[in-house]
């Protein structure tokens, strides 16, 4: 069964950082570019940052400079640290893996107070 389980997501301060880790299970994960992306309320789902089986890295430009995509092919996770983080970043942040066998995970929330 092809599952992603995101965790980590919560409530923090403007400024503050979580991390937010996605764990893969029934898809051969090294052969996967894995991502990040993000739904606002009343909002369409955005790319937030993905790495690709050669660990080629792509941002989006609001969050450049403040997270990273770290993925781990032994232990079939992939990470997205986040610091600096705002108020816009508030939303539901979703795995996605994109590969032999494309799935999405249910999402994990972020909220960001001001």
């Known amino acids: 069964q092809v599952q992603l389980v995101e965790s980590g997501g919560g409530l923090v301060q403007a400024g503050g950082s979580l991390r937010l880790s996605c764990a893969a299970s029934g898809i051969i994960f090294r052969l996967n570019k894995m991502g990040w992306y993000r739904q606002a309320p009343g909002k369409q789902r955005e790319f937030v940052a993905s790495?690709?089986?050669?660990?080629?890295?792509n941002y989006a430009d609001s969050v450049k400079g403040r997270l990273t995509i770290p993925r781990d092919n032994r232990k079939n996770t992939v990470s997205l640290p986040m610091n600096s983080l705002k108020p816009e970043d508030t939303a539901v942040y979703y795995c996605?893996?994109?590969?032999?066998?494309?799935?999405w995970g249910q999402g994990t929330q972020v909220t960001v107070s001001s």
């Open positions: 996605n893996a994109d590969g032999p066998s494309p799935c």
């Open positions: 790495i690709t089986s050669g660990d080629s890295i």
